[in-house]
C-alpha cells in the first residue's frame, strides 16, 4: 500500500490559475500577448479567451489551499511567473544588489505570503520555476511569428540560459525557507514542440526544426546552471519535470523513438537532477516505415477524436486524449531504470467537464502508481492535473482538467465527484478497494501491456 511518508496532492501552474481580478493580471508574459491576440482568435491559432478572467488564484489561495487540505493533500505544487519578478530586462544585470533593485519585490513578498500559508497548513511545497510562460522582453512571440524578429526569441536566444540562471540563484535567496523541493522548468519538450508543429497553438507558432533542438539544448544548458547556482544558496532538492509517455507499436521504432525522446533533454541533465518529476497523460503509439522514418500513429495517445475511442478501442477524453493507465507504469519503470532517482508524477489527469472517466482515471493511474512502489520502483508522490480547472493554453477556459470546476464569471468553487474519491484513497492509504472499477472501461490488468 501507500506508504505513511507517500505525497498525494496536485499541481498548478501560476499563468493558468493566478489572473482572474484587475491588480492579479500580469500583462509582461510571452502567453498574455499571445492569447489576447485578435488575428491569432480570428485565425482559430487560440481560442479567443481572456486570460486575466481566470480563476483568481492571486487573491483567493487560501480557498484553493482550503480545498488540497481538506482533501488530505499533504504536497502542492504551484509555480513562480518570473514575468511578475523581473517585469523588464535583466540584461547586463549581474550583481545581487542591481537584481534587487530590478525585482518586484511586492511580487516575492505576494508569493511568499502565499507559500506559507501552505507550509502554515503542515503542507509539503514544490516550486516550479518555469512552465511555458516566458517575459515578454525575454521572447516577443508576436514579432517571431509575424516578421521572424528574433531580437526577442526566448529559448532560442543563448542569452535566455544565463538570465534563467540569474533569476532560478535570485528566487533560491528569496524563498528557500518557504520551498521544500524545487523544480527548474516545467516540460521543457513541449516548450520546442512549436517549432515543428503549428496545430498545438502555442508560440511562436513556425516551421523551424532546426530552432525546436536548439531550443531543447538551451533549456538543458538553462537547467544545469541554474542547478549549480541554485545548490549554492540551498541544500533542497532541485529537479525538472518533463511529460513523456512511453511509445507503444513496433519494437525496433519503439526502442528507436524512446532513445530519441530521452537523449534530448533528460540525457543532458541527468547528472543534475536530484528527482524527476514525471507528466503523463496519455501514450504515442509508432510504426517504423521502409525507409527507416519513425511514424507517429493517429488515433492513438493524445491524437484522437474527443469523447470516442481509439483505434485499440479505449475511451478518449473532452480533449481527445487516450485513456491508457499501463502507459504511466511503463514510463515510470523506464524513467527509474535508467536514471535512478526518486519519481514523482508531477502531472496526471483528464480533461472531462462532466466528470465521468476523470474518476476511473484517477483510480487506474494511482493504481499503477501503488503497483509499481509494491515493485521496488520509489515512486514518492502522485499529483493531479489539476486541483482546478483553469486556463488550458491556446485552447483557454474550453477543457477541464480539475477536481473543482471553476465557475468563471462568479469564480464561484465546487468539488466534483472524483475529488472526493482521491480524498478516499488518501484517507485509506490504497486503491485496493476500487479495483472492482477497473473492469471499466476495459481490464487494466491485462498483464500484457506492462513491462516485465
Not at 350 to 357: M, V
Request: glycine residues 8%.
Amino acid at each position: 500500500m501507500f506508504s505513511k511518508d507517500f505525497y498525494y496532492g496536485a499541481s498548478t501552474a501560476g499563468f493558468q490559475v493566478e489572473m482572474g481580478s484587475g491588480k492579479a493580471v500580469d500583462p509582461n508574459t510571452d502567453w498574455f500577448v499571445w492569447t489576447r491576440d485578435k488575428l491569432n482568435a480570428e485565425n482559430g491559432v487560440v481560442s479567443g479567451d481572456d486570460p486575466a478572467q481566470g480563476c483568481d488564484y492571486w487573491y483567493n489561495y487560501k480557498t484553493f489551499h482550503d480545498l488540497a487540505q481538506n482533501a488530505g493533500m499533504n504536497m502542492l505544487r504551484i509555480g513562480v511567473e518570473w514575468s511578475r519578478i523581473f517585469p523588464k530586462a535583466t540584461f547586463g544585470i549581474e550583481t545581487t544588489e542591481d537584481l534587487n533593485a530590478a525585482a518586484d519585490m511586492e511580487a516575492v513578498a505576494h508569493y511568499r505570503e502565499i507559500m506559507k500559508d501552505i507550509k502554515d497548513r503542515g503542507i509539503t511545497l514544490m516550486v516550479n520555476l518555469s512552465h511555458f510562460t516566458l517575459p515578454l522582453w525575454l521572447h516577443d512571440p508576436i514579432k517571431v511569428n509575424r516578421e521572424r524578429d528574433m531580437t526577442s526569441a526566448g529559448w532560442v536566444d543563448e542569452r535566455s540560459i544565463h538570465e534563467f540562471e540569474k533569476y532560478a540563484a535570485f528566487m533560491t535567496t528569496q524563498i528557500d525557507d518557504l520551498v521544500d523541493m524545487w523544480s527548474t522548468q516545467n516540460e521543457p519538450n513541449v516548450v520546442a514542440m512549436p517549432y515543428n508543429s503549428i496545430q498545438m497553438g502555442f508560440p511562436p507558432c513556425i516551421i523551424a526544426p532546426d530552432l525546436k533542438e536548439k531550443v531543447l539544448d538551451n533549456e538543458a544548458k538553462a537547467h544545469n546552471a541554474a542547478f549549480d547556482a541554485m545548490k549554492k544558496h540551498t541544500s533542497k532538492p532541485v529537479g525538472c519535470i518533463y511529460a513523456i509517455g512511453i511509445a507503444t507499436g513496433d519494437e525496433e521504432a519503439v526502442k528507436e523513438a524512446t532513445a530519441h525522446e530521452l537523449s534530448r533533454y533528460l540525457d543532458k541533465v541527468q547528472d543534475k537532477m536530484d528527482f524527476l518529476g514525471v507528466n503523463y497523460y496519455s501514450r504515442s503509439a509508432v510504426l517504423k516505415k521502409e525507409d527507416g522514418e519513425i511514424k507517429a500513429l493517429s488515433n492513438y495517445g493524445q491524437g484522437c477524436k474527443p469523447n470516442d475511442f481509439s483505434g485499440d478501442g479505449r475511451v478518449t477524453s473532452d480533449f481527445g486524449w487516450e485513456f491508457y493507465p499501463e502507459g504511466l507504469y511503463n514510463t515510470l519503470k523506464l524513467l527509474y531504470e535508467r536514471y535512478g532517482v526518486d519519481l514523482y508524477v508531477t502531472e496526471n489527469g483528464t480533461s472531462d467537464s462532466k466528470d465521468g472517466i476523470r474518476q476511473a482515471y484517477l483510480i487506474s493511474h494511482m493504481n499503477m502508481v501503488e503497483r509499481l512502489i509494491e515493485n521496488g520502483v520509489p515512486v514518492k508522490g502522485y499529483l493531479h492535473w489539476s486541483l482546478v480547472d483553469n486556463f488550458e493554453w491556446a485552447s483557454g477556459y474550453g477543457q477541464r482538467f480539475g477536481l473543482v470546476h471553476v465557475n468563471y464569471e462568479t469564480k464561484k468553487l465546487t468539488t466534483r465527484g472524483s475529488y472526493f474519491i482521491m480524498k478516499d484513497i488518501i484517507e485509506r492509504g490504497t486503491t485496493k478497494d476500487y479495483e472492482y472499477l477497473l473492469k471499466y472501461p476495459y481490464d487494466i490488468f491485462d498483464e500484457k501491456n506492462l513491462m516485465k
